[in-house]
């Protein structure tokens, strides 16, 4: 069984967790609209996964006797000026979901709930390769610079990236 500030947390986990399914759906479609089809491809790939972390969450609050709570979500913002910036606010983003992973996981230790702890390590995990996976993008992003071919290259890449995970 949870205890309250367990289900709580998690309960605002799930709320971020669609949050970030939102705003990566929103980078594709601006992506899409750009012509950026490897990106586009790469984005909704990830709003996917984002969903698929909220899921997982929804489950085990269910499964230990909690009750999950869907609730109304900020909306994402459609501009995003540069695909540069959008990858670097992809990026910050990561880190902040990390933090809140492991705010949680303080959390389970506090609470002495070591089933919970031992759930979010999974988490712990993809946040790590999520953020190694954002830095190896910007470096790329900071390769490629202004030049126009690095761009359609970088696309393309990207597509391989989607085909790859
Ligand atoms: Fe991007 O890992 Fe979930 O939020």
Redesign the pocket.
């Known amino acids: 069984m949870l205890s309250k500030k367990v289900e709580k947390a998690l309960n605002n986990q799930i709320r971020?967790?669609a949050e970030?399914s939102q705003v990566y759906l929103s980078m594709a479609s601006w992506a899409e609209v750009k012509g950026l089809e490897g990106i586009a491809g790469f984005m909704y790939d990830h709003s996917d996964e984002?969903r698929m972390?909220m899921l997982k969450l929804i489950k085990y609050v269910n499964e230990r006797g909690g009750h999950a709570q869907i609730s109304e979500l900020k909306a994402p913002k459609t501009e995003f000026g540069t695909f540069q910036k959008m990858f670097e606010e992809l990026y910050q983003h990561?880190i902040f979901?990390s933090k809140s992973i492991n705010d949680i996981v303080h959390i389970t230790l506090e609470e002495k709930d070591y089933a919970t702890h031992n759930f979010l390590q999974w988490y712990v995990s993809?946040?790590i390769e999520?953020e190694a996976l954002a830095r190896t993008i910007l470096d790329k992003i900071s390769l490629i610079g202004n030049d126009k071919g690095g761009l359609y290259l970088f696309d393309r890449d990207l597509q391989q990236i989607n085909v790859e995970s």
Do not use: K
């Open positions: 971020i967790e970030s984002e972390h990561e979901v993809e946040q999520e």
